[in-house]
T-cell receptor
Framework: GQNIDQPTEMTATEGAIVQINCTYQ??????LFWYQQHAGEAPTFLSY????GLEEKGRFSSFLSRSKGYSYLLLKELQMKDSASYLCAVGSSGGSYIPTFGRGTSLIVHP | DAGITQSPRHKVTETGTPVTLRCHQT?????MYWYRQDPGHGLRLIHYSYGVKDTDKGEVSDGYSVSRSKTEDFLLTLESATSSQTSVYFCASGTGDSNQPQHFGDGTRLSIL
């Protein structure tokens, strides 16, 4: 089975940097996804990590450490529109590809 | 975008009635998934499909059934709705490759009174 843990809620100030952590325990690891979900909308893909290290994509970066079962999403130069839930999803190896989602972190950006 | 649509977007019904939610995708994705999303629980998998007529249960499948008669369509049925099934339901599709993201529909908000 898989267990994924994220903080429930975080707050930050516009223009600042915030780091959202995700820890996981899985019987087999096959990559980690981050999704963004605005209130009342569908989750949308942000990033994918399968190897250790940092993947940078504009204002958003995602880091993975497979040995520690740990990932984080780093959001720079925060904007009000970044207020959303951020979902971490881990895929396990073998058989059908069925990712497991964490409960999501609700980020509130204040002016 | 994956071109995935759900219908209806909102539904209110009574306990004990049957309910069917429809998901339609135009990307020829092999895999399709039904999730429910509730406060404090995140996205939980109900059922998924890995091909036409090939389906399997997720972690919260009790009280739900699915059917996939065509690649593009995946139906979720609540045979006899209960108030505990009030939720937001998301459909997703994907290639099934571990390095490819899922694409989600806009969700169906279902209220069972």
């Amino acid at each position: 089975g898989q267990n994924i843990d994220q903080p429930t809620e975080m707050t930050a100030t516009e223009g600042a940097i915030v780091q959202i952590n995700c820890t996981y325990q899985t019987s087999g690891f096959n990559g980690l996804f981050w999704y963004q979900q605005h209130a009342g909308e569908a989750p949308t893909f942000l990033s994918y990590n399968v190897l250790d290290g940092l993947e940078e994509k504009g204002r958003f970066s995602s880091f993975l450490s497979r040995s520690k079962g740990y990932s984080y999403l780093l959001l720079k130069e925060l904007q009000m529109k970044d207020s959303a839930s951020y979902l971490c999803a881990v895929g396990s190896s073998g058989g059908s590809y069925i990712p497991t989602f964490g409960r999501g972190t609700s980020l509130i950006v204040h002016p | 975008d994956a071109g995935i649509t759900q219908s209806p977007r909102h539904k209110v019904t009574e306990t004990g009635t049957p309910v069917t939610l429809r998901c339609h995708q135009t990307e020829n994705h092999r895999y399709m998934y039904w999730y429910r999303q509730d406060p404090g629980h995140g996205l939980r998998l109900i059922h998924y499909s890995y091909g036409v007529k090939d389906t399997d249960k997720g972690e919260v499948s009790d009280g739900y059934s699915v059917s996939r008669s065509k690649t593009e369509d995946f139906l979720l049925t609540l045979e006899s709705a209960t108030s505990s099934q009030t939720s937001v339901y998301f459909c997703a599709s994907g290639t099934g490759d571990s390095n490819q993201p899922q694409h989600f529909g806009d969700g169906t908000r279902l209220s069972i009174l």
